[in-house]
């Protein structure tokens, strides 16, 4: 049997902890898969005295994970710290750079410098590997860069933050709030104290960029996603999409259009009988969409420790095999500008939730703002009997109540316009919602 | 650049076309991310003179392809012919003899000979691929072999022959007839002219032994595996299911027990509002359970030439970029053998038909009999007006009637002795019709 494949690992955490015991527990299944043994040598972190649960004797222990990317008796470098500067991104510019390959799960360093870095590896002729930073558990990098590769892709998409579908999955479940579903996530350790990354969308986009990279042979650029978060979805949305027959999703959505490739991040009504739409809780789903499969779904944990280990290992298990090959499938080189594709001409269906003062004239002139611009209307709910007494108990007349438009598919600046128009018009009181619908 | 990779395909049918026009209209995508060309050098097929649909001028052609797979200037074989004997078989074994890598997408030439041949491909380092053979287009092998390398896997399972799951969709969408689904299926080439392999639960025993191969490590044994088709599938237990909140699927299930593996093939019961159920018409969909990522299901198209062509050249990307590997994973020689665990011993919930005599003391002879074998019954359903009218229009006394008993879990011992008693009885006028329940 081959020498054995030496692992340095920096950051202990809950993936790094799971990395280390996974990688003992299934010593003699891996030493056969990969035809040599993958042995964890070293690890980085900061705290030598916490119990983390999983044996470190015997292991070097590097108190700098630079120190530990750049000792030469480690062959891999499994950077698990996090965050897309600091001592992660010099960790592991230092490992490339010492002829070292990479295996990384951290999205924001991928996101941010992926392309500097798949420079950095091909170089070397390292592998630069970050399945675990998409998705946890499912293979989906491995699936695209991979299992499609005789395929042109025409659009990725999916659930790819835990959080944010947990969330939206309790408001629905439970007729809860957004405040109170977010503060439960917190308590049961499926939300940070500060959630801004997860429920603002910057989470989803950053695993977005990278998919849409591979996909499309594009660099990886978190600054052409558009960006929308969940935290303005109110319970009254979530039971109105249900009423349609839709779900409240946070997508992230990458396709090619003709001009370019549009990347955007926001809450999506799909239809309730859509498989993306069955997706619960805290899973992760991901749907291809290429010329020669048709149509691929894949759906498994996003996040937890054991899960994300899993897809270190995998990578790990691929180095071990001898597999190196370009980080983002093709040379970095030849991956094309991507072309951001402005929001303003995306084209949709579209929900529209309109708070007016109760008064005759109101809808109408919602109506009249929307013909204005030529948007044909599927549908418009008036609902002042239940809906409007959630907001004003006493249901009086004048109260503000909501008005719901639904689209056909319309563009996004025509949407913006007829929103502005209808505000202008001076019957909306509250700032308007707008969800966008995927029917397909 | 690197060489060309150069192909010969044996077989020129809906997947040998599509496999020749992708990998010419893929190609610059291909070169890029392989970092060399693949090109189709020569082909085998029997009829010259046919219109594929695709140029094939330039091409060597064999009328042999056993010739084909000897030939000096392919580096890899694909074998697109069928059949677990005959030519496809003495091909594979000559291109692999001849150090030529294979790919192929013949699932029971690999259910029958694939530890032979796997032997073979590994003497010679050379790769034996077969993603094509289950699951069409679905990258269901990789993902095990490679993308949950570091996992032990306790249970395998799906929906593995799209037109079984197209008759027991259209049954119950439509309220048909086992028969006349066929027979559309038939006319609209969702189904052989002769349908036995596949409704019987052969083609999907195929595919399930190659995948408990690959999950648990075992050789490939076929006749290891429990097969029952969907021949029996009454519209009225689509029709009962549904009342009971659960839909019939061929399953084929692969896992784990504590004295060795259970591999079955049969109609199940799954909850209609499992993932699992949700998968309708042609499409696949693979269930797969392990220790680090927990649950991981992958759903896509199961037949078709360009989605069975995208596996087959996912498999020759990988030759190409020069991964090689045993084809089952681990080493032919450490694959353990199977042990089969007797159907006798399955342990789940029952749904069990029996047509009996409308008369006084039928059920509760049933009943009886299931309570002395010690089964627990969830439910007991003798709707005589209404279900029991469908056979018999006159509705009149002493007219079979079905009695429908779901119990709990029990083992199939248990199941077949309590029906042999009930028909002891004599009240039984029918087959009796025995569903198992997968709840989870």
Known sequence: MAQSLRVGIAGLGTVGASVVRLLDQQKDILAARCGRAIVVTAVAARDRTR?????LGGLQWYDDPVALADAPDIDVFVELIGGENGPAKKAVETALRAGKSVVTANKALIAHHGEALAHLAEERQV?????????????????VKEGLAGNRISRISGILNGTCNYILT????????????????????????????DIDGYDTAHKLTILAAL??????????????GIRSIDAFD????????????????????????????????????????????VTNAVNIQADAVGELTLAGPGAGGDATASSVIADLADIARGLVSPPFGAPAASLGRSIQEPMQVHEGGYYV????????GAAASIVTSFADLGISLESIIQNRSEDAAQLDPAG?????????????????????????????????????????????
């Open 51 to 55: 119990d983390r649960g999983i044996d």
């Open 127 to 143: 592998a630069l590997s970050f399945e675990a930073s998409v998705a946890g558990g499912i293979p989906v990098i491995k699936t």
């Open 170 to 197: 309790r408001m629905e479940k439970e007729s809860l709030s957004f405040k109170k579903c977010l503060k439960q996530a917190q308590v049961l350790g499926y939300a940070e104290a500060d959630p801004t990354f």
């Open 215 to 228: 996909a499309f042979g594009v660099d990886v650029n978190i600054g052409a996603v558009y960006v929308e």
């Open 238 to 281: 979530i039971r109105m999409a249900k009423k349609l027959g839709y779900r409240i999703k946070l997508l992230g959505v990458a396709e090619r259009s003709e001009s370019g490739i549009e990347q955007r991040v926001h809450p999506t009504m799909v239809p309730d009988d859509s498989p993306i739409a069955r997706v619960m809780g």
């Open 353 to 360: 939730r309109l708070t007016v003062a109760d008064q005759p």
């Open 396 to 440: 009086r007349s004048g109260a503000p109540v909501p008005v719901v438009v639904i689209t056909y598919a319309t563009t996004e600046q025509a949407i913006r316009s007829a929103v502005d128009k209808a505000i202008a018009e001076g019957y909306v009181v509250e700032k308007p919602q707008v969800i966008r619908i995927e029917r397909e």
